[in-house]
């Protein structure tokens, strides 16, 4: 089980975010590598990865967006929100599949 | 570039089927494992299924096991999912997403599912 906190997360323009996630159970696979990703999907888009294997930014995202944690506890962290930031951010769990499994989500919107 | 168009979902009854497509443009499907994975209206994201890049490997969701099959066309370059006994429950967009270091780093635009009567 993946559980997110918060699950609404009003904050203000410019100012940092930060996003926690915890598995029931430790996401180290047996070869060492923990996968752990982050996806936003913002009103009206499909999901978009963010951050894969805990701290591993995809092409194209802003280097305002970092993941961090190890073992069952991860955060992303938005060091100044955007108006482009809004939306729903979900952590996912690839270590124990099938299944993948995302956490419920964390609405973020601007104070 | 890098593109899943998914096609196929509709209003259907309860007990109905529905085979979903996604057609894939910029790599090569085999190469990659994919997935399928739904949302419910206003709700979160939740796997359904995958096939490894052999082919031969599958898994689905509890929730559908039993009664989605999920497939691929490596000519077309398309991947597949048949949908039988569709209920209520199954509405949602299906996204078609692509596993590169991990699952999601390509989702397709999604195709919207209605089980009602």
Redesign the interface.
Known sequence: VMTQSPLSLPVTLGQPASISCRSSQSLVHSNGNT?L?W?Q?RPGQ????LI??VS?R?SGVPDRFSGSGSGTDFTLKISRVEAEDVG?Y?C?E?TH?????????TRVEIK | EVQLVESGGGLVQPGESLRLSCAASGFTLSNYWM?W?RQAPGK????VS?IHSDGSNT????SVKGRFTISRDSAKNTLYLQMNSLRVEDTAVY?CVRDS?????Y????TLVTVSS
């Not at chain 1, 499909?46 to 990865?49: A, K, L, Q, T, V």
């Not at chain 1, 599949?97 to 989500?105: K, L």
């Open positions: 996968y990703n996806f999907q499909s999901p978009r990865r894969y294997q591993n995809d729903i979900y996912m690839g599949w099938p299944p993948w499994t995302f956490g419920q989500g | 997935h994975v979160g994201l939740e796997w995958y898994g689905h969701a509890d996204y270091s991990g699952l999601g780093d989702w397709g635009q999604g």
